[in-house]
């Protein structure tokens, strides 16, 4: 499908890099097409970054038919722009769309959306080390109707954002996590495999309250009986036993995380043993109490590894190598990051140039 480019006459002032900080400001342009049921999808656009018009009784509205994506593009240390596994993210959206009813441009169309909005956005890809263009494919249901079906009606976009180091300076910092035992971000059987707008809904005021006790973000446990580990915040989990990293198994009420799988291939390619397996709060608990609990982190698009320090819940406070990130954490943190940086070989075909 030919993408029609309108460019803006009114160009933004850039902001310092050292000041992006992650998702405060946006590029000149968006890309946007819309599916008509019986027509399918069509006027793929490239044009200049604006409120959306939408009916009131828009689906997205009404009945929270919203999904997304979240990926990014960096400058390598040649100058040069590549993405980041944009295909991979393609596909995750192609295939939790179905939970909602929902129809996704093609894989290629996606794929070249996003592509085409960067080369645009050019020069809009921070240069310092920690920073990249966040991209946010999203996907709405905009057909003005009142009735609970799913829309007629649907627009893809995406929206771009240069972002700076997610933990603000150099390096990994640790975050402290509250174990959420009463709440659940998405239950067996729901919505939790799919970048569905809802799950970040159902996550908020459980964050708040973490936040309120003086933590950084929540561990989620499993829906039924609060027992088996399942995500970190908004991320995927990892934990460090002995010398065996262990994550929980993808289901349907676990993201599958695009950073997680990159991790998860470097982790076995550098010698690690990998485990994907169910893990308890009473295993933790025990590893702690042996020694054998070495590192906790989060993997995501935002922040590629997150380190945890602390783990607390009723009464109860573990800490992780003394509160400070491991070497394992910080060991694929790099990986990730000089693969994104081009400071190292890419052997996986994960970057795919832009210009």
């Known amino acids: 499908m030919e993408i029609r480019i309108s460019k803006t006459t ?22 946007a097409c819309d599916y008509v049921e019986g027509r399918g999808w069509g006027d793929a656009r490239i044009e200049p970054y604006a409120p959306m018009q939408l009916d009131p009784a828009a689906g997205v509205l009404h ?11 960096f400058r390598g240390v040649d ?20 939970r909602l009813c929902m129809p996704t441009p093609p894989e290629a169309l996606m794929v070249e959306a996003v592509r085409a909005l960067v080369k645009v956005e050019l020069d809009w890809v921070p240069r310092s080390e920690g920073t990249s ?26 929206i771009a954002s240069p972002a700076g180091n997610y933990f603000g300076g150099k390096g990994l910092k640790s975050v ?48 039924k009986d609060h027992e088996y580990v399942e995500e970190v915040g908004t991320m ?23 950073t997680r799988d990159s991790v998860l291939t470097l982790a076995r390619d550098q010698g690690l043993t990998v485990e994907e397996r169910p893990i308890s709060l009473k295993e933790l608990r025990g590893a702690q109490q042996s020694g054998e609990l070495k590192e906790i982190f989060g993997t995501g698009t935002a922040a590629v590894i997150s380190p945890v ?35 190292k070989p890419d052997p996986y075909g994960w970057m795919q140039l832009v210009d």
Not at 13 to 25: M, Q, T
Not at 133 to 158: D, M, N
């Open 236 to 258: 995927n989990v990892c934990f460090l036993l002995g010398s065996t990293l262990v994550t929980p198994p993808l289901s349907d009420s676990i993201l599958a995380g695009v």
């Open 79 to 98: 100058g040069r722009v590549r993405l980041f596994r944009p295909e991979a993210h393609a596909r995750r959206m192609i295939a939790g769309a179905p």
């Open 133 to 158: 263009l966040y991209l946010r494919p999203t996907l709405v249901a905009t057909e003005g109707f009142l009735g609970v079906r799913p829309s007629r009606e649907y627009r893809y976009f995406v």
């Open 63 to 73: 009945y929270g038919q919203a999904m997304f994506e979240g990926s990014k593009a």
């Open 176 to 223: 402290r996590i509250w174990v959420e035992t009463q709440d659940v971000r998405a239950p067996r059987g729901g919505l939790g495999s799919t970048k569905a707008g809802a799950n970040y809904a159902a996550s908020l005021k459980s964050a708040q309250d973490a936040k309120k006790r003086g933590f950084d973000q929540v561990l989620w446990l499993d829906g």
């Open 10 to 31: 009114q160009p933004k002032v850039k902001p310092p890099e050292a000041e992006l900080g992650f998702g405060k400001y946006f590029t000149d342009h968006l890309f």
């Open 309 to 343: 320090g602390e783990l607390a819940f009723a009464g109860e406070s573990l800490v992780i190598n003394g509160g400070k990130p491991g070497p394992v954490a910080e060991q694929l943190y790099t990986a990730v990051c000089d693969i994104q940086r081009g400071l």
